[in-house]
Structure formats: structure tokens, C-alpha cells
């Protein structure tokens, strides 16, 4: 069967591809590093599982921006899960410039670790196994070599350029429908 498009979709390209990943709900998570020159942070919404056994995720970071860079070179990383409430924190951290690691937001920042956000929904500490990059963005897969859970808490959403919550749950009659 041959790839069908139809008439009514655009032309695959990066404007496309943008605006079909801004339909696609995602979980908001800031990744940590520790550098010499000190801890280096930057929101990211691509986290995901790549393997169970062993524990892998990955994130992917635009090579552009600095964080991303001294992020690929520190070899350990934490990802936080961010919770509801914290949509100010995402965006500090989605933004070059904007204040971070400071005590008002939260974190513990060690001499030997990646810095930790004590209420973040889960945090997932680890090491860099592979990068692979693509174009000007770098795909990372990380070793997990420990979790933490945090209070219980919602996460928060990123969709269509905006933060969200998630919905009610589908009982089980919705999803025969």
C-alpha cells in the first residue's frame, strides 16, 4: 500500500511537524546538571522511556543554547518531573537569562550531584549512555541509577504552546466508545 497523504494535511516539513507535535500532550520536565562552572539546567517536554530493563529515557535538546551543551558534557544528569503549580519554574528554564537554582525556587544543590527538586512528581538521577545527533538538536539517552519519588501531585502538561492539567480519567464505558 502506498504512503498516503491526504488532500486536506500539509506537505511534511518543519513547520508541519511543529504544528502536529503542538496537538500532542506532553509531560514538562527540567534537566540538571553539575559543571565546574556550576549547576546548568533547561526545561525539556520529549522525555520518555526507551527501555525498562536496564531503566533508559531520553530527552531530546536544541544544540543551540548553552545549557544544552555544558548539559552534554557533564555526563550526569537528574530529570524532574514537574508538577502542577510549577509552570513558572518550567519557563525560567525554557528561557536564556531567567534566574535559576535559587532558593526561592527550591532546589539542593550539592557539590557532587545534579541539583534536585525535592517536589517535583518523580526524579529520575543518571548518566549519559548516548548522544546521538540530528541536525541542530541532539537526542540523549540516559541510564537511570536511581529514582525518586515526590509528594503526590499532578503533573503538568505542555499542549499547543500552553501549560495544562490533566483531565478526569475515562471509566471504563468511554473507552468502548
Avoid at 530529570?79 to 535559587?102: I, K, N, Q
Avoid at 532558593?103 to 512528581?121: M, T
Avoid at 541510564?143 to 471509566?171: F, K, M, N, Q
Amino acid at each position: 500500500m502506498d504512503d498516503v497523504t491526504p488532500a486536506s494535511a500539509p506537505p511534511p516539513g518543519a513547520a508541519w511537524l511543529r504544528q502536529a507535535f503542538r496537538l500532542y500532550p506532553s509531560g514538562v520536565a527540567i534537566v540538571t546538571a553539575l559543571t565546574p562552572a556550576g549547576p546548568v539546567g533547561l526545561t525539556v517536554s520529549s522525555l520518555a522511556s526507551v527501555s525498562a530493563e536496564p531503566p533508559v529515557v531520553s530527552f531530546s535538546v536544541s544544540t543551540a543554547t548553552r545549557s544544552a551543551g555544558a548539559i552534554l558534557a557533564a555526563g550526569d544528569v537528574a530529570v524532574h518531573v514537574l508538577p502542577v503549580g510549577r509552570a513558572a519554574l518550567a519557563d525560567a528554564f525554557a528561557r536564556s537569562g531567567e534566574p535559576r537554582f535559587t532558593p526561592e525556587q527550591g532546589w539542593v544543590v550539592a557539590a557532587d550531584a545534579p541539583p534536585h527538586l525535592p517536589d517535583a512528581v518523580v526524579s529520575l538521577a543518571g548518566t549519559v549512555r548516548q548522544t546521538v545527533p540530528v541536525a541542530g538538536s541532539t537526542l540523549v539517552l540516559v541510564d537511570v541509577v536511581a529514582t525518586t519519588i515526590g509528594p503526590p501531585a499532578e503533573p503538568l502538561l505542555h499542549l499547543d504552546r500552553a501549560y495544562r492539567v490533566v483531565g478526569s480519567a475515562l471509566d471504563r464505558e468511554d473507552l468502548s466508545r
